[in-house]
Every structure is written in structure tokens, then in C-alpha cells.
């Protein structure tokens, strides 16, 4: 899942896009013209993914992979009701609740021992937006 913003003139152009990964390539499905500037919130992420579901099916979802900016406790629910994998990528500033050490922290002190350019999958569930992760 992806969003792209630009200006052609004066007009704005946003789209909201669901792809297909094959070979290490996102080619484009799906996608929702947004008529404002800026993210999508979760229920645009919603419709575009239920969308696909009503389309394919929930089990030709094999993951969602999406940046930043697709977070919001309305979104996760979302995906976690419907069992659907996801990976998304979080600012280092963000506070999780570690359910097994009952303690919020923030997430860079999970990965304070990266160098740069590395990364790390974490393997235990985080409580964030109050969703399970």
C-alpha cells in the first residue's frame, strides 16, 4: 500500500494504491483518488482493502506492507479482525506497551543497537493504538 500526492498546475493529484509485489516490484492494482492533500485516514485504507477482499478473496492476501504514515487504531483493527498479516514501518518516536514486561516504551530503545542502514523484524507483540501488533 502506497500514496503519492503531487500538483499538475493547480490541480492536486492524491492517490491512495494497493499493489501486487511479484519479483521485488509493486505493480498497481487498485486505487482511490483522494480529493484532499496529505495522508489517507483509515477509513479510505479500509474500503480500498475491503475492495480487494470482495474482489479476490481475504485469502489472497498473503501481507500488507505499507510506510509510515498507515497507522491509526481504527486501521489495525481492521487488519487484526480479518487476520490479515501486516508490516509496517514506525517512526522511532513511537510509544509501545510491552504486554510480556508490562511497560510502555519508546520504540527506538527496541532497535537503539542497529547501525545504520540495518534492521530487525521485533518478534514480540507490542500493544500500539490500542491494538495488538
Known amino acids: 500500500m502506497d500514496r503519492t500526492n503531487w500538483k499538475f498546475g493547480q490541480q492536486n493529484i492524491n492517490i491512495l494504491m494497493l499493489g501486487i509485489s511479484y519479483k521485488s516490484v509493486a505493480i498497481p492494482i487498485m486505487f482511490k483518488m483522494l480529493d484532499k492533500r496529505g495522508n489517507s485516514n483509515s477509513q479510505e485504507r479500509i474500503t480500498l482493502v475491503q475492495n480487494f477482499i470482495d474482489w ?52 527506538c530503545h527496541l532497535f537503539n543497537n542497529l547501525n545504520s542502514r540495518e534492521f530487525r523484524h521485533y518478534q514480540h507483540i507490542v500493544e500500539m493504538h490500542g491494538q495488538l501488533c
Request: glycine share 4%; charged share 30%; hydrophobic share 40%.
Open 56 to 107: 479476490f478473496g481475504l485469502d489472497s492476501i498473503d501481507c500488507i506492507l505499507a510506510d509510515r504514515e498507515f497507522i491509526g487504531e481504527k486501521w489495525l483493527r481492521f487488519l487484526n479482525e480479518h487476520s490479515i498479516q501486516y508490516h509496517i514501518r514506525i517512526r522511532n518516536n513511537f510509544k509501545v506497551f510491552l504486554a510480556r514486561k508490562q511497560k510502555e516504551i519508546t520504540v
